[in-house]
């Protein structure tokens, strides 16, 4: 098999699997992701290239790890958010992961007391609660993020395409970076949980 076009890989995820471009993509949207993605898969696998030309081998299986990348990309929240930064042109490099929100690392501290204590007292109930409340605040980042995209594209209509507001950029940055701290404790959490149930 040969590939019949070259392969360019589509920096925007969103178009390379075929789903509307926001934040908040919903399940149908998830699914309908994957199976672009398997399909692509199907297609652009390297073991369909075995009697190719050692380029187009080579093509396949970095389109291939592109079309890995995406779905990666497009189905984890914090990932996902990242992308959409650099879609529009601002870039991770610029998160901080300094957080001056007293009251944010209050609740950050709290929480991870709440999971620690709930790891030494093996107490699922407990475990399960707190992995529950994590996942809350979790999710409401994830919305808030989601509502601030969507007002800093209005914004940009009224405005002109290509300026971002620093204050818009600031606040994107300070929820990605929140979000990346709920996104680890909810791993250790889930981690917990199936380490008790073992």
């Known amino acids: 098999m040969t590939l019949s076009v070259v392969v360019k890989p589509e920096k925007n995820y969103f178009k390379l699997l075929s789903v509307k471009q926001h934040y908040a993509l919903d399940d149908r949207e998830l699914r309908q992701l994957k199976k672009r993605a ?50 529009i042109g601002l870039e991770a490099e610029q998160i901080e992961n300094t957080i001056n929100d007293t009251a944010f690392l209050m609740q950050q501290m709290q929480l991870r007391e709440e999971l620690d204590h709930a790891r030494i007292t093996n107490s699922q109930l407990e475990l399960e609660g707190t992995a529950n409340k994590i996942d809350a605040y979790f999710l409401d980042l994830q919305q808030q993020f989601s509502v601030l995209l969507v007002e800093l594209d209005a914004n940009a209509l009224s405005v002109g395409r290509g300026f971002i507001d620093d204050n818009y950029s600031d606040k994107l940055f300070k929820l990605v970076d929140k979000m990346q701290f709920f996104s680890k404790l909810s791993g250790e959490a889930q981690a917990a949980l199936t380490e008790l149930s073992v």
Do not use: C, W
């Open 38 to 87: 398997r399909e692509l898969q199907r297609h652009y696998h390297p073991d369909r290239y075995k009697t190719a030309t050692p380029q187009e081998q080579r093509l396949a299986a970095q389109f291939s790890s592109h079309i890995n990348a995406a779905t990666q990309t497009l189905t984890n929240p914090v990932d996902r958010a990242i992308h959409m930064l650099g879609l």
